[in-house]
Protein backbone atom coordinates (compact mmCIF):
# COMPACT_ATOMS: atom_id res chain seq x y z
CA UNK A 1 0.00 0.00 0.00
CA UNK A 2 1.27 3.21 -1.18
CA UNK A 3 0.44 6.31 0.89
CA UNK A 4 0.15 9.59 -1.08
CA UNK A 5 1.45 13.29 1.30
CA UNK A 6 0.12 16.32 -0.05
CA UNK A 7 2.00 19.33 1.28
CA UNK A 8 0.11 22.15 0.87
CA UNK A 9 2.16 26.03 1.76
CA UNK A 10 0.10 28.21 3.78
CA UNK A 11 2.69 30.98 3.33
CA UNK A 12 1.92 34.44 1.94
CA UNK A 13 3.66 37.51 0.11
CA UNK A 14 3.02 41.26 0.66
CA UNK A 15 3.29 43.83 -1.67
CA UNK A 16 1.93 47.21 -0.36
CA UNK A 17 -1.49 46.60 0.16
CA UNK A 18 -1.52 43.33 -1.68
CA UNK A 19 -1.47 39.51 -0.20
CA UNK A 20 -0.66 37.12 -2.27
CA UNK A 21 -0.63 32.77 -1.29
CA UNK A 22 2.08 31.46 -2.33
CA UNK A 23 0.01 27.98 -3.09
CA UNK A 24 -0.92 27.32 -6.66
CA UNK A 25 -3.42 25.63 -8.38
CA UNK A 26 -5.90 25.47 -4.93
CA UNK A 27 -9.25 27.30 -3.47
CA UNK A 28 -8.98 30.59 -1.44
CA UNK A 29 -10.68 32.09 0.95
CA UNK A 30 -9.56 35.64 2.75
CA UNK A 31 -10.35 35.56 6.02
CA UNK A 32 -10.24 38.83 8.22
CA UNK A 33 -8.47 37.65 11.65
CA UNK A 34 -9.97 40.13 13.78
CA UNK A 35 -13.11 38.45 13.84
CA UNK A 36 -12.20 35.07 11.98
CA UNK A 37 -14.85 36.27 9.34
CA UNK A 38 -14.85 35.19 5.74
CA UNK A 39 -14.54 38.47 3.53
CA UNK A 40 -17.40 38.32 0.90
CA UNK A 41 -15.85 37.19 -2.56
CA UNK A 42 -12.61 37.27 -1.63
CA UNK A 43 -11.38 34.47 -3.36
CA UNK A 44 -8.32 34.71 -5.80
CA UNK A 45 -4.85 34.04 -4.93
CA UNK A 46 -4.53 37.43 -4.00
CA UNK A 47 -6.51 39.93 -2.10
CA UNK A 48 -5.71 43.87 -1.41
CA UNK A 49 -6.86 45.06 1.46
CA UNK A 50 -9.06 48.35 1.46
CA UNK A 51 -9.40 49.26 5.49
CA UNK A 52 -6.05 48.58 8.47
CA UNK A 53 -6.96 45.15 9.37
CA UNK A 54 -5.30 41.44 10.12
CA UNK A 55 -5.84 39.25 7.38
CA UNK A 56 -5.17 35.79 6.30
CA UNK A 57 -6.07 33.16 3.58
CA UNK A 58 -7.35 29.54 4.09
CA UNK A 59 -5.74 27.42 0.95
CA UNK A 60 -7.58 24.13 -0.09
CA UNK A 61 -6.13 21.62 -2.50
CA UNK A 62 -8.63 18.70 -2.47
CA UNK A 63 -10.01 17.66 0.70
CA UNK A 64 -7.26 19.00 2.60
CA UNK A 65 -7.12 22.91 3.82
CA UNK A 66 -4.69 25.10 5.80
CA UNK A 67 -4.88 28.82 6.97
CA UNK A 68 -2.18 30.99 6.30
CA UNK A 69 -0.97 33.10 9.16
CA UNK A 70 -2.21 36.87 9.28
CA UNK A 71 -0.86 38.92 8.30
CA UNK A 72 -1.17 42.88 9.46
CA UNK A 73 -2.32 45.94 7.07
CA UNK A 74 -1.65 49.23 8.83
CA UNK A 75 -0.58 52.24 6.08
CA UNK A 76 -3.93 52.62 4.64
CA UNK A 77 -4.98 55.37 7.29
CA UNK A 78 -1.76 57.38 7.01
CA UNK A 79 -1.86 56.65 2.84
CA UNK A 80 -5.44 58.66 3.37
CA UNK A 81 -5.03 61.46 5.57
CA UNK A 82 -5.54 64.02 2.68
CA UNK A 83 -8.67 62.14 1.36
CA UNK A 84 -10.93 65.72 1.48
CA UNK A 85 -8.94 66.53 -1.15
CA UNK A 86 -10.17 63.82 -3.45
CA UNK A 87 -13.76 63.58 -4.64
CA UNK A 88 -15.06 60.91 -7.01
CA UNK A 89 -18.19 61.15 -8.81
CA UNK A 90 -21.58 60.05 -9.84
CA UNK A 91 -21.13 57.07 -7.26
CA UNK A 92 -22.91 55.45 -8.36
CA UNK A 93 -21.77 55.62 -12.08
CA UNK A 94 -23.00 53.92 -15.52
CA UNK A 95 -20.50 55.41 -17.74
CA UNK A 96 -18.12 57.90 -16.62
CA UNK A 97 -16.39 58.40 -13.24
CA UNK A 98 -15.22 61.91 -12.57
CA UNK A 99 -11.93 62.29 -10.28
CA UNK A 100 -11.98 65.79 -8.74
CA UNK A 101 -8.43 66.45 -6.74
CA UNK A 102 -6.57 69.87 -6.47
CA UNK A 103 -3.34 67.34 -6.83
CA UNK A 104 -1.93 66.22 -10.37
CA UNK A 105 -2.43 62.57 -10.76
CA UNK A 106 -0.19 60.36 -11.84
CA UNK A 107 -1.88 57.30 -12.13
CA UNK A 108 -5.09 55.41 -11.47
CA UNK A 109 -5.86 51.76 -10.67
CA UNK A 110 -9.39 49.74 -10.76
CA UNK A 111 -9.85 46.57 -9.14
CA UNK A 112 -12.92 44.75 -8.13
CA UNK A 113 -13.78 43.84 -4.54
CA UNK A 114 -11.79 40.58 -4.74
CA UNK A 115 -9.00 42.56 -5.46
CA UNK A 116 -8.41 41.63 -9.11
CA UNK A 117 -7.10 44.77 -11.53
CA UNK A 118 -9.26 46.04 -13.72
CA UNK A 119 -7.47 49.11 -15.28
CA UNK A 120 -4.02 50.76 -14.44
CA UNK A 121 -3.47 53.68 -16.66
CA UNK A 122 -2.17 57.54 -16.12
CA UNK A 123 -5.65 59.95 -16.83
CA UNK A 124 -5.85 63.13 -18.24
CA UNK A 125 -8.60 64.95 -18.12
CA UNK A 126 -9.97 63.63 -14.72
CA UNK A 127 -12.65 61.77 -16.55
CA UNK A 128 -12.62 57.72 -16.44
CA UNK A 129 -14.70 55.69 -19.16
CA UNK A 130 -16.13 52.71 -16.77
CA UNK A 131 -19.13 51.81 -19.00
CA UNK A 132 -17.74 48.33 -19.71
CA UNK A 133 -17.56 47.16 -16.27
CA UNK A 134 -19.65 44.78 -14.99
CA UNK A 135 -22.17 46.10 -12.26
CA UNK A 136 -20.26 45.61 -8.65
CA UNK A 137 -18.37 47.02 -6.25
CA UNK A 138 -14.92 48.03 -7.23
CA UNK A 139 -11.86 50.36 -5.60
CA UNK A 140 -10.16 52.96 -7.06
CA UNK A 141 -6.95 54.02 -5.90
CA UNK A 142 -5.71 57.27 -7.70
CA UNK A 143 -2.07 57.65 -6.87
CA UNK A 144 -0.85 61.71 -6.50
CA UNK A 145 2.18 63.49 -5.35
CA UNK A 146 1.01 63.33 -1.72
CA UNK A 147 0.49 59.88 -1.51
CA UNK A 148 -2.40 57.00 -2.42
CA UNK A 149 -5.84 57.40 -2.35
CA UNK A 150 -8.66 54.89 -2.14
CA UNK A 151 -12.43 55.02 -2.54
CA UNK A 152 -14.85 52.63 -3.57
CA UNK A 153 -17.68 53.16 -5.88
CA UNK A 154 -20.43 51.37 -7.23
CA UNK A 155 -21.10 50.58 -11.46
CA UNK A 156 -24.52 50.20 -11.78
Not at 105 to 122: L, M, P
Request: glycine residues 4%; aromatic residues 6%.
Amino acid sequence: MTISVNTIDATTTLVSETITANQTDAVYQWINCDGNTPIVNAVSQSFTATQNGNFAVIVSVGDCSVSSGCTAITTLAVENHNIETLVIYPNPVTSYLNIQTRKAITSVKITDISGRKIVKKIYSPNEIDVSDLSAGIYIIEIQTPDGVFRKKFIKN
